[in-house]
């Protein structure tokens, strides 16, 4: 048996055909490439393969690059994290002849997501360059395409979604590489690779090698030790996709987990996507309850700072949810992010401003800020709104700046501000 090799290089896709499933990314993808070797102009210069690890992404650019003898040059996040890596790929994609000639190239920079948003900044506004300037086709990869970062990216790219592969793909892939291993395998030992791998097939074929290295009878028995030890982490999106589809409590509970965001966060982001998945009333009403109920609990754990009440947060949050789902059949959504990060990031210079403010009315008034927030503010923006002139004494009493000015009057704060100028010369 050969274990010199990794498998999941040696079963690579060879040809399109060969990448399983996948059927719309191809019928998106293959056209557009197939413009770009005929001269066509081309709306968008770059495509952006999103979807989750281990689905074919990487793969359907090498099938393809090599079904139709492009020059595929390919290169990983890691690879080109400055400005200068990707000016030296830029080079070569203006040009249209290699050294042998002509000869149309692929440009793939795998992973994008990997860049960093702030460290990496000079990488993505150059591949941002590159794609205005480029004359073969560039092609992206990313898990996340909703990643903020990504955004201007978005924009000039044509989007090719990947989905997660379904079981049965899997254990398609498993059972063909069994074959020409010569491995006798136990139909239930790869369908609970299938199970872990949750449609990651390159983690499915890793997993497979391993098992292979200890017997070459793939059996329920060895596999189930080998599996037991492995964890992986999830993107949010990721994890709903996982909490939704989980048949078992313990899926369920694994998926909110092990994602890669704290709790709180992934509480968000299943009342956000919620709707979307359940759309029987009843499934969405017993999954908000769980959810509701979770959230209860979360606040216990906090304010008592009793730790062990956290399984039943996990508890109710996944499996609550998950098992929530009576009537709806499963589809395929896509999830959002949610709503409330989103609006809280939007306004945090206002917030910022009014907690100032509810600061400085507290100590004036020994009160609480919160208090000071809730019953004071409302009027003090009433009088703001009414009376500039009575404003202006206030705001000269407590010291206010132009930007609480403004914003406890955003229409009349140049009246106050002319009547504080008075009441300043006179003093
Ligand atoms: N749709 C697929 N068809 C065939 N093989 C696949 C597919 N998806 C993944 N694989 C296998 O898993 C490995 C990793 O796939 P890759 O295309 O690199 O995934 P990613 O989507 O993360 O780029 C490949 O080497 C290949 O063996
Ligand atoms: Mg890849």
Known sequence: MSTRLPWIIKYRPKKVAEVVDQDNAKKQFIPWIKAWIEGKKQEKKAALLYGPAGCGKTSLVEATAKEFGLELIEMN????????????IAK?????????????????????DGLNAIADRGALSAVLDLIEATTHPIVLTANDPWDPKLRSLRDKCLLIAFRRLPKRAVILMLKRICESEKLICEYNALSLIADYAEGDLRSAINDLQNVASISKHITLEVTKPILARRDRQYTPFEALRSLFFSKYAWQAKKAVTSADIDYETMMLWIAENLPYQYTDPEDLWRAYEALARADVYLGRVKRTQNWDLL?????????????????????????????????????RGQREIRDAIAKVLAGALHISSIIAKREVLPFLRIIFNENPEYAARIALGLNLTESMIKFLTPKRYREVLRELAKLKKTA
């Not at 996040?77 to 890596?85: G, I, L, P, V, Y």
Request: charged content about 30%; cysteine-free; glycine content about 4%.
């Open 311 to 347: 399984a039943y947060v996990f508890d109710l949050m996944g499996a609550g949810v998950a098992l929530a789902r009576r009537k709806t059949k499963f589809k395929w959504v896509k999830y959002s992010f949610p709503q409330k990060i989103l609006l809280l990031a939007k306004t």
């Open 77 to 88: 996040a890691s690879d080109f994290r400055t400005r200068e890596a990707i000016e030296r």
């Open 92 to 112: 070569v994609a203006a040009t249209k002849y290699s050294l042998f000639g002509f000869r149309s190239k692929i440009i793939l920079l795998d992973e994008i």
